[in-house]
């Protein structure tokens, strides 16, 4: 894992790196007309993008969406000559969204997901690759209760053999591994969640995992699968799944805070310019 390291160029992403960027949609100025800065990126969405960020009845919950759709779209622009508003996305049959750009780079990918204060996206080429990120401050009720429903058998008897006071991590560990693969595979939940189990590195701070898949589950080769945690902060546990290729992988994980108020800066100025 490294912060920083190549730019933001498709000759990295080719020759095996991942880029994992986060952003907190809270680090944003107030700008004088008491609109946020992020506001501002309302300019890149699309007619449905737009009405879903109108149907946010809480404006955290809002902006945070509104977050991860300026977060995406900024990315993509540093990595294409496509302006931030002109991507287009389309979703497969289990509704997993993908570039349907026909100018856009081809093999270039991507994967979103927020919780509340944070907003992280993992770009690659060529790869099948998933990332999920959660919020260690949620409510940590019915935690085992969640485990025993959705968790496979073996995962479920190793964490309660864990100290009670390790079992937040543990599950928070296994659950952002799980929707990390199934991101990666692009089937969602259609695959369910207890045909596979994960097993944390061992000592308090796992940087990876290992997995394991039942006879009848269809992904037979566990071994094709690199699976990382990222910690960009103490609130937020960051999953990555990403199958390997021929290329050896790395994974740099970088804050897009001033990427995005660049782009967002740009385009604002842009648009002055244009109403001038």
Not at 19 to 47: A, K
Request: hydrophobic share 40%; glycine share 6%; aromatic share 10%.
């Amino acid at each position: 894992m490294r912060s920083g390291g190549s730019a933001c160029t498709l000759d990295s992403l080719r020759e095996g790196a991942c880029h994992l960027w986060y952003l907190h949609p809270d680090s944003f100025d107030r700008v004088s007309s008491g609109d946020s800065l992020l506001h501002h990126g309302m300019t890149f969405l699309s007619t449905d993008e737009t009405a879903r960020y109108g149907r946010f009845l809480v404006p955290h919950a809002r902006r945070t969406f509104l977050a991860a759709r300026v977060l995406v779209r900024s990315l993509l622009s540093a990595y294409a000559p496509i302006r931030p508003a002109a991507w287009y996305f389309d979703t497969n049959q289990w509704g997993r969204p993908y570039i349907a750009n026909p100018d856009a780079p081809t093999g270039l990918v991507f994967n979103l997901s927020h919780k509340p204060g944070m907003a992280v996206c993992l770009i690659g080429c060529q790869r099948d690759l998933g990332v999920d990120v959660e919020d260690l401050t949620a409510s940590r009720s019915y935690l085992l209760e969640i485990a025993d429903r959705f968790f496979s058998p073996s995962e479920v008897v190793a964490l309660r053999q864990l100290p009670d006071a390790k079992h937040a991590q543990r599950f928070f560990e296994l659950w952002t591994l799980k929707e990390a693969y199934i991101k990666a595979r692009g089937m969602g939940l259609s695959l369910g969640l207890s045909g596979f189990s994960f097993s944390p590195d061992e000592g308090p701070a796992p940087v990876g995992a290992t997995v394991q898949f039942d006879k009848d589950f269809d992904d037979k080769h566990p071994e094709a699968w690199d699976f990382r945690f990222f910690r960009p902060e103490e609130n937020h546990l960051i999953a990555t799944a990403v199958r390997r290729s021929p290329a050896p992988l790395t994974i740099e994980m970088r804050d897009a805070e001033e990427l995005v108020r660049r782009t967002l800066t740009d385009s604002t100025l842009s648009r002055s310019t244009l109403l001038a």
